[in-house]
C-alpha cells in the first residue's frame, strides 16, 4: 500500500494516511467535500501523474485556506489509474464504493476516461478529465452532462495539425495512430480536417500497443513517400518508432502530440534522432494571474516549471472551478453543483484568477474564472477550447516557434 495508491489530505491542509476502516472514514467526512483524485501515475501517464496529483493536493489546501467551499473543507482521496482502463476502472469503484467521494478529477488517457465515466454517471457524480476522445463529449458518455474536459479534442488537435501542415507547406501526409480512442481520434481528427481542405492522407496506419518492434507498419507509412507523418502515440511505442525510422534513412518530418514528443523522448533516443520533430500540445494560459499562482505551486511541490506539465494546471484548475460552483451553489448536491459550474467559469462576470478572490467576488454577484491551463469557457458538451503550441525539437530542446488557435 502507498501514498499514491491511498492518500487522504487533512481538511486543513496537511497530508496524512488516514487507513482506516469505512466506518471510521464515514465518521470522519462530515463536514467535508471528498475529492477522488484518480491520475495516472504510472503507465504511460506517469511524466504527469504525480504532478497532476500533487496540484489537486495544493490546490485544495488553497480552497481550506480560504474556509472551503460552502462551508465545507475538501478532502482528496488518491488513487494510481496506472494508465489501464482495467486498473482505473478498479480505482474508481473504490473511490465511489468504499471512499464515499462526491467528485472524480484527473482522469488522463481517453481509454480509461470512458471506462470510468459509466461509473461516476451511474454514482451521479461529477468527473473531470483530460482526455481528448470525441466521444466523451456526448452520449451516451456524457448522457447526463457530468462530465467536464479541460484538455482539447482530439478532433481539435487534429485540426491544429492540419494548420500546422498547412504552415509548414506539407502536401502528402500519413498517419500513424496507437489503437486506442485518444491514438485513433487524433488522426482521424486530421485527416478530416486535412480532407475538409480537398487534400488526401496517402496512407493511414493503426498499430497495436505493447510491440517490441513497429517495423512493418512503419515501412507501409514510409512506402508511400509521405513528407510528414502524424501521429496519435504515447511515449513509449514512439520511442521505438522514432529509432527504427532513423535506421531507415528515409527523410521526413514528423508531427507528434506533445505527451510523446517531450524531453523524455529525447533523452530515450538522442537529441540526434529527433531533430526537427514537430511536438504540438495545448498550452497554458500563461499571462493570467492564475498560472503564477498555479507556477509557484508546482514549482514548490516538484522543484520544475509549471509549464512542463500542462495536465497539472488543468487539474489545479479543476479543483478551483469545482470549489467555486459548490460556493455559488451553496451546496454540495450534484444537481446544484452541475448547475454553476459554467456560471462561475463563464463570461460574463468579474474576471477572477484565485478561490478566495473567486469566493469573496461571488458575494456581489457572478463571476468568471480564468484558469491556469485556459480560459475555461465550457461549451454545451462540457469542452474548453486551449490553445496549441508549435515545439521544434532542435539540438535536444523544444523550442515553441509558434502558437495555432481553432
Not at 481550506?64 to 488518491?78: D, F, L, P, Q
Not at 465515466?117 to 457530468?146: E, F, H, Q, R, Y
Not at 538522442?270 to 497554458?284: A, H, R
Not at 452541475?338 to 457572478?366: F, M, Q, S
Amino acid at each position: 500500500m502507498t501514498t499514491n495508491r491511498r492518500q487522504f489530505i487533512g481538511t486543513l491542509g496537511a497530508a496524512s494516511a488516514l487507513i482506516a476502516a469505512p466506518s471510521v472514514l464515514r465518521a470522519q467526512s462530515q463536514g467535508v467535500f471528498r475529492i477522488g483524485a484518480l491520475c495516472p501515475v504510472t503507465g504511460a501517464g506517469a511524466p504527469y501523474g504525480s504532478g497532476m496529483q500533487k496540484m489537486i493536493i495544493a490546490a485544495a489546501e488553497i480552497v481550506n485556506a480560504a474556509g472551503g467551499a460552502a462551508g465545507r473543507k475538501i478532502e482528496v482521496v488518491a488513487e494510481d489509474t496506472q494508465t489501464s482502463p482495467q486498473a482505473g476502472v478498479l480505482a474508481a469503484k473504490k473511490l465511489i464504493d468504499v471512499n464515499k467521494i462526491q467528485a472524480l478529477l484527473g482522469t488522463w488517457s481517453s481509454g480509461v476516461s470512458l471506462a470510468v465515466l459509466p461509473l461516476t454517471n451511474d454514482a451521479n457524480i461529477i468527473m473531470m478529465n483530460t482526455s481528448g476522445a470525441p466521444a466523451l463529449s456526448v452520449p451516451p458518455a456524457n448522457a447526463k452532462g457530468l462530465a467536464y474536459r479541460f484538455q482539447a479534442t482530439n478532433d481539435r488537435f487534429g485540426r491544429a495539425f492540419a494548420e500546422i501542415c498547412v504552415k509548414e507547406g506539407f502536401k502528402r501526409p500519413a498517419t500513424m495512430a496507437f489503437n486506442n480512442a485518444s491514438g485513433i481520434g487524433n488522426t482521424e481528427g486530421f485527416r478530416k480536417a486535412w480532407e475538409a481542405k480537398g487534400n488526401k492522407v496517402v496512407e493511414n496506419v493503426v498499430y497495436e500497443p505493447n510491440q517490441a518492434s513497429y517495423r512493418s507498419e512503419l515501412q507501409k507509412v514510409l512506402a508511400a513517400n509521405p513528407d510528414v507523418i502524424v501521429t496519435g502515440s504515447y511515449l513509449s511505442d514512439t520511442t521505438i518508432i522514432m529509432r527504427e525510422w532513423f535506421q531507415t534513412g528515409q527523410p521526413v518530418k514528423w508531427i507528434i502530440p506533445g505527451w510523446a514528443a517531450n524531453p523524455d523522448l529525447v533523452k530515450a533516443t538522442g537529441p540526434e534522432v529527433v531533430e526537427g520533430v514537430i511536438s504540438v500540445d495545448s498550452v497554458s494560459n500563461e499571462t493570467a494571474p492564475s498560472f503564477k499562482a498555479y507556477e509557484e505551486a508546482y514549482q514548490k511541490a516538484t522543484g520544475q516549471s509549471g509549464q512542463s506539465n500542462i495536465f497539472s494546471a488543468m487539474t489545479w484548475d479543476m479543483v478551483h472551478a469545482l470549489a467555486l460552483a459548490i460556493e455559488a451553489a451553496g451546496s454540495t448536491e450534484t444537481a446544484a453543483i452541475n448547475a454553476k459550474i459554467r456560471e462561475v467559469c463563464n463570461p460574463d462576470g468579474t474576471k477572477v484568477y484565485g478561490y478566495a478572490e473567486g469566493k469573496e467576488a461571488l458575494k456581489k454577484g457572478k463571476i468568471n474564472y480564468e484558469g491556469a491551463s485556459s480560459v475555461l469557457d465550457f461549451d454545451q458538451y462540457g469542452d474548453v477550447s486551449p490553445s496549441f503550441g508549435v515545439f521544434f525539437i532542435e539540438g535536444g530542446k523544444l523550442n515553441r516557434r509558434y502558437v495555432v488557435n481553432i
